[in-house]
C-alpha cells in the first residue's frame, strides 16, 4: 500500500518564487492537512480538508493556498516563497476527522529551504 | 488555548536501558493524549493513544498512562534497543484532528 505520498522530498527555491508541493493518498480518506515542523516547535496546522470541494485553515496559513478538487490529492501552493516558508512540511490524511476514532497517517515530508 | 510540554532533549541512552519522556498538557474538557513517533526520514506514526482517565495505552512495548490529576501522559519503555531511536512527539485532541496540538519532540538516541 502507498498511503500517503508526497513529492518532492527535497526543494530549494528562491525568494519570491512559487511553487506546489503535491500530497496523494490511496485510502479513500476524507480528511487531508498540511502541517510544518520547525526545529523546537510541534507540528503546526497550516490547511486542512474534510472532504472533496471543503478546505479551511488552520493556524498558520498566510502565504500559503490549499484545493481539493479529488478526494485523493491535496496540493500546497507556496505564492511567493520567503526565507520564514523554510521549513519541514508533511502531509497527513485520516478516514474522518474524528482524532479519538481514527489515527492520522503522515507522508515522508518535504524539506523545503527558501534563500 | 490547549498546550504540550515535552522533556528537552536530546536523550541518549543505552540498550537495554529505562525509559521516560516526560509531558504534561494544558487543555479544557477531557482531550485524548497520543505519542506519535518519527523515524530517521519518514513522516510521523501514532505510538499509542489514551482517550480517558486512568487508560493505558501501549504499543512495541512502549506504555502511557493518561494522568487528569497531574494532567501528564509520560511515555515510558523497560528495555530500549537501537531500532528505538527516534523523534516522539506527545500530543492533545479535543476530539477533531484539526484541533491536534503537538509538542516540540524529544529525540532519542540509543547506542549499542
Known amino acids: 500500500n502507498a498511503g500517503v505520498t508526497q513529492t518532492p522530498k527535497f526543494q530549494v527555491l528562491k525568494t519570491g518564487q512559487s511553487m506546489t508541493l503535491q500530497c496523494a493518498q490511496d485510502m479513500n480518506h476524507e480528511y487531508m492537512s498540511w502541517y510544518r515542523q520547525d526545529p523546537g516547535m510541534g507540528l503546526r496546522l497550516i490547511h486542512y480538508?474534510?472532504?472533496?470541494?471543503?478546505?479551511d485553515q488552520g493556524e498558520v496559513p498566510n502565504g500559503y493556498n490549499v484545493s481539493r478538487s479529488t478526494t485523493e490529492d491535496f496540493p500546497l501552493r507556496l505564492l511567493s516563497a520567503a526565507p520564514s516558508q523554510t521549513s519541514v512540511y508533511f502531509c497527513?490524511?485520516?478516514?474522518?476527522?474524528?482524532?479519538?476514532?481514527?489515527?492520522?497517517?503522515f507522508g515522508s515530508g518535504t524539506q523545503l529551504s527558501v534563500l | 488555548g490547549n498546550s504540550v510540554t515535552q522533556m528537552e532533549g536530546p536523550v541518549t541512552l543505552s540498550e537495554e536501558a529505562f525509559l521516560t519522556i516526560n509531558c504534561t498538557y494544558t487543555?479544557?474538557?477531557?482531550?485524548?493524549l497520543f505519542w506519535y513517533v518519527q523515524y530517521p526520514g519518514e513522516g510521523l506514526q501514532l505510538l499509542l493513544k489514551?482517550?480517558?482517565?486512568?487508560d493505558k495505552g501501549s504499543n512495541k512495548g512502549f506504555e502511557a498512562t493518561y494522568r487528569k490529576e497531574t494532567t501528564s501522559f509520560h511515555l515510558e519503555k523497560g528495555s530500549v534497543q537501537v531500532s528505538d531511536s527516534a523523534v516522539y512527539f506527545c500530543?492533545?485532541?479535543?476530539?477533531?484532528?484539526?484541533?491536534?496540538?503537538f509538542g516540540s519532540g524529544t529525540q532519542l538516541t540509543v547506542l549499542p
Open positions: 480538508s474534510v472532504g472533496a470541494g471543503i478546505t
Open positions: 487543555a479544557t474538557g477531557y482531550p485524548s
Open positions: 489514551a482517550t480517558k482517565a486512568d
Open positions: 497527513a490524511s485520516s478516514r474522518t476527522e474524528s482524532s479519538t476514532n481514527e489515527k492520522l497517517f
Open positions: 500530543a492533545l485532541s479535543s476530539g477533531s484532528a484539526r484541533q491536534l496540538t
